[in-house]
């Protein structure tokens, strides 16, 4: 689809992304608090337990120093059996303050990946062109990560951090109102601190987590094209493109480290200076020594609160750098998952369609029908289908015309295939296509045919509800192609693509796709169709085997891909450049094989030279980009 | 093999001085230990991402050709210096020596703290009592520059280890894509795409952070725990002694939870390669998914996929972080004793006459102790982190061979001639006047090529069954058949990937696996897929070579395209050339390859996706280019037009080939001419 199409009709506001509530991040958040209120409400008790108990052994230490200072010994015992208790108590909250982090961390990152991959759904076609799969995955991955590490060691341990300086602050104020008065003093000095440093590594780490991402995007593509890397003998070359990447994200990271280096110590310095006022102030006497009013006892529970205010705040300045590392990845999830969407009128529905006026065809009907074509009875279903349908409104048309309501499902009513003055251009807006028209009867063989360049692959796209037109319409059936709800789409549109494509599985899932609608009787019959049973069936274990890169050979591959194509027996039929690959004789077998199983079905084909027209009509558009120049 | 593994892990111990002692602890174990680890080396490159012992028995299928490229992988790995973790610490020692002086200097006056602070209660005391409030001053401004000087050093510390971290993890990164270049395409891809993402990134990134943080606490916790342990035997070693058994206790049941802990943080690495490899097909097979409106079933998958590393990830992370506050109560134990007998002797009934300074240093003395022994346990899970990423980047670690001839004849052209020039002999300058810069020349001497009796199968099965043909400098020929004639297989048979079942390729008389094998350019190739890079259009033609771009852009006629692109030469054209339509990539494709002459070039079906008009003007070029480089052309197609052109045709049937002039084969061969017939008549058929 044209991007200023999507831009046009985009509803989002760029900078509402900025703020923090509007983040995607913190929607997906609420969710997962609003699903799981039990988790939450014991991470927020489990955070206040183990605060309170790591609190209170100074006090106990303190009266245990006290009683030695006044030469009194007998409660001692008891007290250390208190020490004791409030350690283990301390231990036991803490480890289970980490358990129900960790847990809670994990939910939020799932449910940040579930609804990025809901978000890949809604994407216009446009930008998997424009972005790099691999860059894709990166966010997937290393940017998710952060946001784990966010939660693990970030955000709610620094909470807890910031519960234990409040916490030991207010206890510091009952015990001697001077220190009370010193900290407040510091703490805001250090906070002033901490912000000048977590600014600093946050430019760092934007750095870093890009030249990560490039790096990450390098291998899998070196693995695509390793045979021309060892022929050319290019590997420095390589290395050279990938040291580049590895050595910008080293460059920041050592911006980073510097900022981690120096925080730390300057607080625990600091530290250090604050018990020496203390205690110089406190040896004074008069009206110092009323203000910080301290006994030996509460001094020393006074220097290990110091030392205990300052070490979460010295761990936040750890979680500083985990946050602004999840900082950079949760910007680039929100910048992903605030990409402008196909638009909600120009989707297909997702579920299937309402009842109502138009019982519409659910999945059940759908595998009813490829049941009742297995029998050979294609007309009754077809009858059933044309029964179940709605014609269709205006059809994947120009983006001011308002869809019409309803579901929209193909029907056999309308001309097979119908380009209706259809002009495209691509963000250069230089146009592709325009005004180009073209009807397809069903049951009619289409060759478009052209030079490189002139748009064939375009006018595919359209076709296949890929790319919305900048004006005119496109039907396929009567129907937009991209208002097709997804469990009509294989059997009402088989797209033979121009490169197969493997996907991860046996022979068995190339064909299916991992479609439960797909039975193995409708994979037999596919691959015999194309002539592959016989492959399949001399490989050990049939379509169960793995299907490696060679398992078959090119020309196998792409029948693979014909079968995988035609499986839901489709009534269109887009064949992109289908013998590309394919010598004479195999190409004449696709045909006659095709031939055979396409009695009412149309096929349009696009080809660069004529020496592969299918029998039937060619239509040429040299002519249209031509004029379109 | 098992001798190289054994040297190598003996040697990395030496450097890793903690991990020698985890493996002597494992008694038994160890040789256990070593067999996984030499094992899990062997087994990486054939199992997908499932280098564990249960993946190999029914999937694999054990036949000869499955064990050669892990035979030739572990030679390769033997030749290369063998990697050990000691090394990376040795390249660094300049930092590591800043590290030590700092290390010490901080750790050795972490008591000072202590014992200020008991020195600072005890004044505090001895003021309430009679003593001047003046001679705080002095002593609170001592303790002050104590840890000011101490932190300073730990500032120091800090910084050199973060800098040896990076500086490792830059070199990791580095060798393992350099090493990755160094493999066979066989033994690449024969591991699944995620597996080795995961490996290049987060594995590294993991045994960086595991050897940071085992330099960082060689420091915290060793030196400073020695620091006060020798502190606290000072002030009373019968306590001391008492106190000291609860440490040991926590570290011992952190060595008991070793084993789960390292288990989980396996399983959630596989679980995580697993994602990664699910989370590519997903984004990468995006629009396919999306044509046959299967999205929303693959986001299920996808889901499910979730769950596993969900729960694989909780179990790791609750093993790494909720342990250690337990370890840290446990060691703390020993506070309880500290009280009780540490009063006794305030009040002069214990082992030793103390003062309140004594007993204020000692309890935060061991405070500190109790916390640091239990962040022991906690850098022995980082260890152990480390460790299981360790194993798996160490096949891939290490400087790569230049022996194997990588890193030969990418520079420039003239960089290669000086590589071949000891064997072979250079290509005498262009004669005849051509389109071409007369600067475009083969590095090595073009050299008639025969193959004789070529066999190559899989599996069981024989894709060239004795194959014989030959090739004279200059000779564009034309190789044909039916599909799954074995043409692809016979291209591919040029680039050696692995080692023909029958029969020799000679180049020269010599053989040609050799020639490949040393790194001599001598063969061009271009498949099926263009294998561009995201890159510029001149980045994808010159791939680090020098040369003129835009004569090779126009022989493939891409000159006007380019041009009209945005950014003419210097435009990218996106992941694997996405942003050019199917013939522009095997253009660009075939641009690149005439931009690195090579005496013996094979082209499988360049035209393909190319107008007829463009192949005819293409191919007339291509002529001028031999002409002038002397190269031979191996042209494999499935059309036949140009054929009538080419200087003789190979004809392919079920794995055996007839070569002959075009006129010869027609006369002679049924099928060629069966071939031919069919696709005029098909072409008749199209101009119609």
């Known amino acids: 689809m044209s991007r200023q199409n999507v831009e046009k009709r985009s509803a989002r506001d760029g900078s509402s992304a900025q703020t923090f509530a509007a983040h995607p991040l913190w929607s997906v958040f609420c969710q997962v608090v609003r699903r799981l209120p039990g988790l939450f409400a014991l991470l927020v008790v489990i955070i206040v337990v183990s605060v309170a108990a790591s609190l209170l052994p100074p006090r106990v230490l303190g009266a245990v120093?006290?009683?030695?200072?006044?030469?009194?010994?007998?409660?001692?015992?008891?007290?250390?059996?208190?020490?004791?208790?409030?350690?283990?108590?301390?231990?036991?909250?803490?480890?289970?303050?980490?358990?129900?982090?960790?847990?809670?961390?994990?939910?939020?990152?799932?449910?940040?990946?579930?609804?990025?991959?809901?978000?890949?759904?809604?994407?216009?076609?446009?930008?998997?062109?424009?972005?790099?799969?691999?860059?894709?995955?990166?966010?997937?991955?290393?940017?998710?990560?952060?946001?784990?590490?966010?939660?693990?060691?970030?955000?709610?341990?620094?909470?807890?951090?910031?519960?234990?300086?409040?916490?030991?602050?207010?206890?510091?104020?009952?015990?001697?109102?001077?220190?009370?008065?010193?900290?407040?003093?510091?703490?805001?000095?250090?906070?002033?601190?901490?912000?000048?440093?977590?600014?600093?590594?946050?430019?760092?780490?934007?750095?870093?987590?890009?030249?990560?991402?490039?790096?990450?995007?390098?291998?899998?593509?070196?693995?695509?094209?390793?045979?021309?890397?060892?022929?050319?003998?290019?590997?420095?070359?390589?290395?050279?493109?990938?040291?580049?990447?590895?050595?910008?994200?080293?460059?920041?990271?050592?911006?980073?480290?510097?900022?981690?280096?120096?925080?730390?110590?300057?607080?625990?310095?600091?530290?250090?200076?604050?018990?020496?006022?203390?205690?110089?102030?406190?040896?004074?006497?008069?009206?110092?020594?009323?203000?910080?009013?301290?006994?030996?006892?509460?001094?020393?529970?006074n220097i290990a609160y110091v030392g205990k205010v300052f070490s979460p705040l010295s761990n936040i300045g750890m979680e500083i750098e985990n946050i602004q590392q999840a900082v950079a990845g949760t910007r680039r999830i929100g910048e992903f998952l605030s990409e402008d969407e196909i638009p909600l009128d120009a989707r297909a529905p997702q579920e299937a369609p309402a009842p109502g006026p138009m019982p519409a065809a659910s999945a059940e009907q759908a595998s009813d029908a490829a049941r009742a074509n297995e029998r050979g009875a294609a007309a009754d279903a077809d009858g059933r289908r044309r029964a179940s349908a709605v014609a269709c409104g205006s059809g994947l048309s120009a983006p001011q015309e308002?869809?019409?309501?309803?579901?929209?499902?193909?029907?056999?009513?309308?001309?097979?295939?119908?380009?209706?003055?259809?002009?495209?251009?691509?963000?250069?807006?230089?146009?592709?296509?325009?005004?180009?028209?073209?009807?397809?009867a069903p049951g009619e063989r289409v060759t478009i045919a052209g030079r490189t360049g002139a748009g064939k692959s375009t006018l595919m796209k359209l076709m296949l509800g890929l790319y919305l037109p900048d004006g005119g319409a496109v039907r396929v059936l009567g129907c937009a192609p991209n208002l097709i709800p997804a469990h009509e789409r294989r059997r009402t549109i088989g797209y033979v693509e121009q490169r197969f494509r493997r996907v991860p599985g046996d022979v068995f899932d190339q064909v299916a796709l991992f479609d439960d609608a797909v039975s193995s009787a409708d994979v037999d019959r596919a691959l015999a169709l194309v002539g592959l049973s016989g492959a399949v069936a001399r490989l050990p274990r049939g379509v169960h085997e793995p299907c490696g890169p060679t398992t078959f050979s090119q020309g196998q591959f792409q029948l693979l891909s014909i079968a995988r194509a035609i499986v839901c027996d489709p009534r269109v039929l887009l064949l992109d450049e289908i013998t590309a690959n394919l010598d004479s004789a195999t190409e004449r077998h696709v045909l006659d094989a095709i031939d055979a199983a396409s009695s009412g079905r149309t096929v349009v084909a696009i080809s660069h030279r004529l020496t592969e027209a299918v029998t039937g009509r060619i239509v040429r558009i040299d002519a249209v980009a031509d004029a379109a120049k | 093999m098992d001798e190289i593994h054994d040297r190598s892990r003996a040697e990395s111990l030496a450097g890793f001085p903690h991990v020698r002692t985890q493996l002597q602890a494992e008694g038994d174990g160890a040789a256990a230990g070593r067999d996984a680890a030499s094992d899990c080396a062997a087994s990486a490159p054939k199992a997908e991402g499932k280098p564990t012992a249960e993946g190999r028995t029914p999937k694999e299928k054990s036949t000869a050709a499955d064990r050669r490229p892990r035979g030739r992988m572990m030679a390769k790995t033997s030749a290369s210096s063998a990697p050990r973790v000691g090394d990376y610490f040795k390249r660094e020692w300049r930092l590591l020596v800043g590290v030590t002086l700092s290390g010490v200097v901080y750790n050795v006056g972490m008591t000072a703290g202590p014992w200020f602070e008991g020195q600072l209660a005890q004044r505090l005391c001895d003021i309430l009592g009679a003593r001047s409030a003046s001679s705080m001053l002095p002593l609170a401004l001592a303790y002050v520059a104590a840890i000011a000087l101490v932190q300073g050093a730990r500032f120091l510390k800090r910084l050199y280890v973060r800098k040896f971290a990076n500086n490792v993890n830059l070199r990791m990164k580095g060798e393992l894509y350099a090493n990755l270049l160094g493999k066979t395409r066989e033994e690449v891809v024969g591991e699944g795409v995620g597996t080795v993402m995961t490996k290049a990134v987060s594995d590294v990134d993991d045994c960086a952070e595991g050897m940071r943080k085992f330099t960082t606490e060689i420091f915290d916790t060793g030196v400073v725990l020695v620091a006060y342990t020798v502190m606290l035997l000072v002030y009373d070693w019968r306590?001391?002694?008492?106190?000291?058994?609860?440490?040991?206790?926590?570290?011992?049941?952190?060595?008991?939870?070793?084993?789960?802990?390292?288990?989980?943080?396996?399983?959630?690495?596989?679980?995580?390669?697993?994602?990664?490899?699910?989370?590519?097909?997903?984004?990468?097979?995006?629009?396919?998914?999306?044509?046959?409106?299967?999205?929303?079933?693959?986001?299920?998958?996808?889901e499910d996929c979730l769950d596993d590393y969900e729960r694989a990830a909780g179990r790791?992370?609750?093993?790494?972080?909720?342990?250690?506050?337990?370890?840290?109560?446990?060691?703390?134990?020993?506070?309880?004793?500290?009280?009780?007998?540490?009063?006794?002797?305030?009040?002069?009934?214990?082992?030793?006459?103390?003062?309140?300074?004594?007993?204020?240093?000692?309890?935060?003395?061991?405070?500190?102790?109790?916390?640091?022994?239990?962040?022991?346990?906690?850098?022995?899970?980082?260890?152990?982190?480390?460790?299981?990423?360790?194993?798996?980047?160490?096949?891939?670690?290490?400087?790569?061979?230049?022996?194997?001839?990588?890193?030969?004849?990418?520079?420039?052209?003239?960089?290669?001639?000086?590589?071949?020039?000891?064997?072979?002999?250079?290509?005498?300058?262009?004669?005849?006047?051509?389109?071409?810069?007369?600067?475009?020349?083969?590095?090595?001497?073009?050299?008639?090529v025969e193959v004789s009796d070529l066999r190559v199968s899989f599996g069981d099965k024989d894709v060239l069954a004795g194959v014989s043909l030959a090739l004279r400098p200059g000779q564009i020929v034309g190789v044909t058949g039916a599909v799954a004639s074995g043409k692809s297989a016979l291209g591919r048979a040029f680039l050696c990937e692995r080692p023909a079942d029958a029969g020799t390729i000679r180049f020269g008389g010599r053989d040609l696996a050799g020639l490949v094998a040393a790194g001599k350019p001598v063969v061009g190739y271009l498949g099926h897929d263009p294998e561009l890079i995201s890159d510029t259009v001149e980045a994808n033609v010159r791939m680090g070579a020098a040369g003129d771009v835009d004569a090779v852009l126009a022989a493939v006629r891409m000159d006007r395209e380019v041009a009209a692109f945005p950014a003419g030469r210097a435009?990218?054209?996106?992941?694997?050339?996405?942003?050019?339509?199917?013939?522009?990539?095997?253009?660009?494709?075939?641009?690149?390859?005439?931009?690195?002459?090579?005496?013996?070039?094979?082209?499988?079906?360049?035209?393909?996706?190319?107008?007829?008009?463009?192949e005819q003007a293409i191919f007339r070029n291509l002529r001028a280019y031999v002409a002038q480089t002397g190269s031979a052309v191996l042209l494999i197609s499935h059309r036949l037009t140009l054929f009538p052109q080419m200087n003789s045709v190979v004809y392919l049937e079920e794995g055996h080939a007839v070569q002959g002039s075009h006129a010869d084969l027609l006369a002679t061969c049924a099928g060629y001419r069966a071939l031919c017939a069919l696709q005029s008549a098909r072409q008749e058929g199209g101009a119609r």
């Open chain 1, 65 to 301: 120093v006290d009683d030695l200072a006044a030469n009194a010994g007998a409660r001692t015992p008891g007290l250390a059996v208190l020490f004791l208790g409030l350690v283990a108590l301390e231990g036991v909250s803490t480890a289970g303050r980490e358990v129900v982090i960790v847990r809670f961390g994990q939910k939020v990152t799932h449910a940040v990946r579930s609804r990025m991959a809901e978000k890949l759904d809604t994407l216009p076609s446009a930008y998997f062109v424009d972005h790099a799969a691999g860059d894709l995955t990166s966010r997937f991955v290393n940017d998710v990560n952060t946001v784990e590490s966010l939660f693990a060691d970030g955000i709610i341990s620094m909470v807890a951090d910031v519960a234990s300086v409040v916490g030991i602050v207010a206890i510091v104020f009952t015990e001697s109102r001077g220190l009370g008065l010193l900290l407040l003093v510091t703490l805001p000095i250090l906070f002033w601190f901490t912000r000048r440093v977590q600014r600093g590594m946050l430019g760092a780490q934007v750095d870093n987590r890009a030249a990560v991402a490039e790096a990450n995007r390098q291998i899998p593509e070196t693995l695509a094209s390793f045979r021309t890397i060892k022929v050319l003998g290019c590997q420095p070359f390589m290395r050279r493109r990938y040291d580049r990447a590895i050595v910008h994200g080293f460059d920041a990271m050592e911006r980073s480290n510097f900022y981690d280096a120096v925080y730390s110590p300057v607080i625990l310095t600091c530290g250090a200076v604050v018990v020496a006022v203390m205690m110089t102030l406190s040896a004074q006497g008069g009206a110092t020594a009323v203000l910080f009013g301290m006994t030996v006892g509460t001094a020393v529970a």
């Open chain 2, 571 to 614: 435009t990218v054209i996106g992941d694997a050339g996405v942003r050019l339509s199917g013939g522009q990539q095997a253009r660009i494709g075939l641009a690149r390859t005439l931009f690195h002459p090579r005496p013996l070039i094979v082209l499988d079906d360049p035209f393909s996706a190319v107008d007829s008009a463009t």
């Open chain 1, 402 to 440: 308002a869809p019409a309501e309803g579901a929209l499902l193909p029907s056999s009513a309308a001309p097979a295939v119908e380009l209706d003055r259809v002009s495209f251009s691509y963000d250069d807006g230089v146009p592709v296509i325009s005004d180009f028209s073209l009807s397809v």
């Open chain 2, 239 to 302: 306590l001391a002694l008492i106190v000291l058994a609860f440490p040991p206790v926590s570290y011992a049941i952190a060595m008991r939870m070793r084993k789960q802990v390292a288990g989980a943080s396996a399983e959630a690495k596989a679980s995580m390669g697993r994602l990664n490899a699910a989370t590519l097909d997903r984004t990468s097979g995006a629009l396919s998914y999306r044509v046959f409106g299967l999205e929303q079933a693959r986001d299920a998958a996808y």
């Open chain 2, 316 to 448: 790791a992370n609750t093993f790494a972080s909720a342990l250690q506050p337990l370890y840290k109560a446990i060691s703390l134990a020993g506070a309880v004793f500290v009280i009780v007998l540490g009063a006794r002797n305030v009040m002069g009934l214990g082992w030793t006459a103390w003062d309140i300074a004594a007993f204020t240093t000692f309890m935060s003395c061991f405070e500190k102790l109790a916390i640091k022994s239990s962040s022991a346990a906690k850098l022995f899970n980082a260890v152990q982190k480390a460790r299981v990423s360790w194993e798996r980047i160490e096949p891939y670690l290490g400087a790569p061979t230049e022996a194997t001839g990588e890193g030969v004849g990418a520079e420039s052209p003239a960089s290669t001639s000086a590589g071949a020039a000891a064997e072979l002999p250079i290509a005498a300058a262009a004669v005849a006047a051509t389109p071409w810069p007369a600067g475009v020349r083969c590095a090595v001497a073009p050299q008639p």
